[in-house]
């Protein structure tokens, strides 16, 4: 099964075409913008697995993206993203630690340390 969806576009005013399909070996995603043309991450298909309607270029996307986001509700689509929020969380922990290490650094040179 395969099907497209328009997505909304930053920076210009036509729209991006995502290419859903669903086959023996898995949902796969394909978007025409300079990153997913390379294949890469971009905005266009994380919002569409994010389930986030606001990247629709149109009301006309609505059917498909319904019937996408039951693809990606059966898939593990869901725990790769709670992975990925998982690993931000814990990158927002070292960067907060980093920061503190700094902060007692720059102190320490500024009143001393043995
Ligand atoms: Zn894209």
């Known amino acids: ?3 497209t969806i328009l997505a ?8 991006y075409a995502v290419a859903i399909s669903l086959t023996e070996t898995g949902l796969s995603f ?5 990153a ?3 294949g890469k991450y971009c905005k266009h298909k994380m919002a569409i ?3 986030d309607a606001k990247i629709l270029y149109n ?3 609505i059917e498909n993206f ?5 693809w ?16 931000e969380k814990e990158l927002e922990a070292v960067k907060e630690k980093v920061k503190n290490m700094k902060e007692e650094i720059s102190r320490s040179m500024k009143e001393g340390l043995k």
């Open 49 to 51: 697995v994010l389930g």
């Open 1 to 3: 099964m395969e099907t």
């Open 36 to 38: 997913g043309e390379w």
């Open 72 to 87: 990606i509700s059966e898939s593990d689509y869901p725990f790769l993203v709670a992975k990925l929020r998982n690993s």
């Open 8 to 15: 909304k576009s930053s920076s210009r005013d036509e729209p």
């Open 66 to 70: 319904n019937k996408v986001s039951k």
């Open 30 to 34: 394909f978007c025409n913008c300079p």
């Open 59 to 61: 009301d006309e996307q």
